[in-house]
């Protein structure tokens, strides 16, 4: 599946990029909103920019600007996303009522940047005013409420984005009225970004709805499931990596993931992922495969002493084995998006040592090429015969699952 998003740069004064605004795109013919449904176009920029791509791709060092609807807000969903590389734009003509404001503050409070979109002055929206650090200013509105606006910001100390400046003159006058960043169709349009993203099988989708919806669900369960999907796996890493941004810890299992990631995060993941409307099973085969290396793997290793107790981590390597049909170009910048263990990393880039020789080893059987089985399964000491049976009952296993 075709992932796709807009972005356009944000300047400061010293025409340095300080973020791009992410907008939602459903093909690269449209570089334009198509009017979809506002929780839906939130959900696909955000899925779309956090896991479908790498977000340092996405917006270097810089700020994700953001627009979340009142919904979206209410739910929680920014707090997916670290403080560190998020913007929460807020629109004006939102319902703004009690559980609104608390979002909002509740966000601030916990270091969020709010941003005020396409924002007028008026009375009664003096306490989200209040909440808000930057306010956009519309540069295509009535030049009095312009004027009116970017006054009640100066006085007030909010800081001012001029956006959709489309002419030197117009850039001067926003500089005029203290604006402290710059945006528009003068600096650049939206860009387009895109690339093939695996997404997760219906069929499994919806037994993680039906589990995290339970009061005290089973994480064992949630694992399980997890652990035969292999873009949910990756969605997650994406997620772990989001959430907290450059984490230090590295993941070596799916229950560590999840344990790292705790369950109201997994749960706002979930509903996000309902929001983009997952219902494609194109993606079957790549499932089945990397499934069946995923579970060969871990069979591998636990016929192994010395890291028998590791299978887990093997089971991981093995599920990511098929990031190339993804659109990868390069594996070892696609492996940086994920705060994976060193170990697994190496093992799928073919580095060397036993994590490299036991993925070398299930690949090379489920293609057939059987000089290099035999070249591995000398090297650790490994029957032959019982590795066929390994792989048989790895493919059995997979069957019973009904993703052939």
């Given at each position: 599946?075709?992932?796709?998003?807009?972005?356009?740069?944000?300047?400061?004064?010293?025409?340095?990029?300080?973020?791009?605004?992410?907008?939602?795109?459903?093909?690269?013919?449209?570089?334009?909103?198509?009017?979809?449904?506002?929780?839906?176009?939130?959900?696909?920029?955000?899925?779309?920019?956090?896991?479908?791509?790498?977000?340092?791709?996405?917006?270097?060092?810089?700020?994700?600007?953001?627009?979340?609807?009142?919904?979206?807000?209410?739910?929680?969903?920014?707090?997916?996303?670290?403080?560190?590389?998020?913007?929460?734009?807020?629109?004006?003509?939102?319902?703004?009522?009690?559980?609104?404001?608390?979002?909002?503050?509740?966000?601030?409070?916990?270091?969020?940047?709010?941003?005020?979109?396409?924002?007028?002055?008026?009375?009664?929206?003096?306490?989200?005013?209040?909440?808000?650090?930057?306010?956009?200013?519309?540069?295509?509105?009535?030049?009095?409420?312009?004027?009116?606006?970017?006054?009640?910001?100066?006085?007030?100390?909010?800081?001012?984005?001029?956006?959709?400046?489309?002419?030197?003159?117009?850039?001067?006058?926003a500089k005029r009225l203290g604006a402290t960043f710059t945006q528009g169709y003068y600096f650049a349009r939206?860009?387009?970004?895109?690339?093939?993203?695996?997404?997760?099988?219906?069929?499994?989708?919806?037994?993680?709805?039906?589990?995290?919806?339970?009061?005290?669900?089973?994480?064992?369960?949630?694992?399980?499931?997890?652990?035969?999907?292999?873009?949910?796996?990756?969605?997650?890493?994406?997620?772990?990596?989001?959430?907290?941004?450059?984490?230090?810890?590295?993941?070596?299992?799916?229950?560590?993931?999840?344990?790292?990631?705790?369950?109201?995060y997994l749960r706002e993941w979930v509903y996000l992922m309902g929001m983009q409307r997952i219902t494609s099973?194109?993606?079957?085969?790549?499932?089945?495969?990397?499934?069946?290396?995923?579970?060969?793997?871990?069979?591998?290793?636990?016929?192994?002493?010395?890291?028998?107790?590791?299978?887990?981590?093997?089971?991981?390597?093995?599920?990511?084995?098929?990031?190339?049909?993804?659109?990868?170009?390069?594996?070892?910048?696609?492996?940086?998006?994920?705060?994976?263990?060193?170990?697994?990393?190496?093992?799928?880039?073919?580095?060397?040592?036993?994590?490299?020789?036991?993925?070398?080893?299930?690949?090379?059987?489920?293609?057939?090429?059987?000089?290099?089985?035999?070249?591995?399964?000398?090297?650790?000491?490994?029957?032959?015969?019982?590795?066929?049976?390994?792989?048989?009952?790895?493919?059995?296993?997979?069957?019973?699952?009904?993703?052939?």
């Open positions: 599946m075709d992932v796709y998003l807009a972005r356009q740069p944000i300047f400061d004064t010293d025409n340095q990029v300080y973020g791009y605004e992410l907008l939602y795109r459903s093909n690269e013919q449209q570089n334009s909103y198509t009017g979809v449904n506002g929780d839906e176009s939130t959900a696909d920029v955000i899925t779309n920019a956090f896991f479908g791509l790498d977000i340092r791709d996405v917006i270097g060092g810089g700020k994700a600007f953001i627009n979340f609807t009142g919904n979206l807000l209410k739910h929680g969903v920014p707090k997916m996303i670290s403080p560190d590389i998020v913007v929460v734009e807020v629109l004006e003509h939102m319902m703004i009522d009690e559980d609104l404001i608390a979002a909002c503050q509740d966000l601030k409070e916990r270091g969020y940047t709010i941003a005020l979109d396409d924002f007028e002055y008026d009375n009664s929206y003096s306490d989200i005013f209040q909440i808000g650090e930057i306010v956009k200013i519309d540069f295509r509105t009535d030049p009095k409420k312009i004027e009116e606006t970017a006054y009640i910001c100066r006085y007030c100390n909010k800081i001012i984005l001029a956006e959709k400046i489309e002419t030197p003159e117009e850039y001067e006058y939206p860009t387009i970004m895109s690339k093939n993203s695996v997404t997760p099988l219906t069929t499994n989708f919806m037994q993680i709805m039906q589990l995290v919806s339970q009061p005290e669900p089973e994480i064992s369960d949630i694992v399980e499931v997890i652990s035969r999907d292999t873009a949910m796996c990756q969605r997650l890493l994406r997620l772990i990596n989001s959430v907290y941004f450059g984490v230090r810890n590295r993941v070596s299992s799916i229950s560590q993931a999840l344990v790292i990631l705790g369950l109201d099973n194109d993606n079957a085969e790549v499932m089945r495969v990397s499934l069946v290396i995923a579970k060969f793997c871990r069979r591998l290793a636990q016929a192994i002493p010395e890291i028998a107790k590791d299978g887990d981590a093997f089971y991981l390597m093995g599920l990511l084995s098929m990031l190339d049909h993804c659109g990868t170009k390069n594996l070892e910048r696609t492996l940086r998006e994920f705060p994976l263990a060193d170990e697994i990393k190496n093992g799928l880039l073919g580095t060397g040592g036993i994590y490299s020789d036991i993925y070398r080893l299930a690949l090379c059987y489920e293609s057939g090429n059987w000089e290099q089985v035999d070249k591995y399964t000398a090297l650790y000491n490994l029957d032959r015969s019982k590795v066929s049976d390994m792989f048989l009952k790895c493919v059995k296993e997979c069957e019973d699952l009904k993703l052939l």
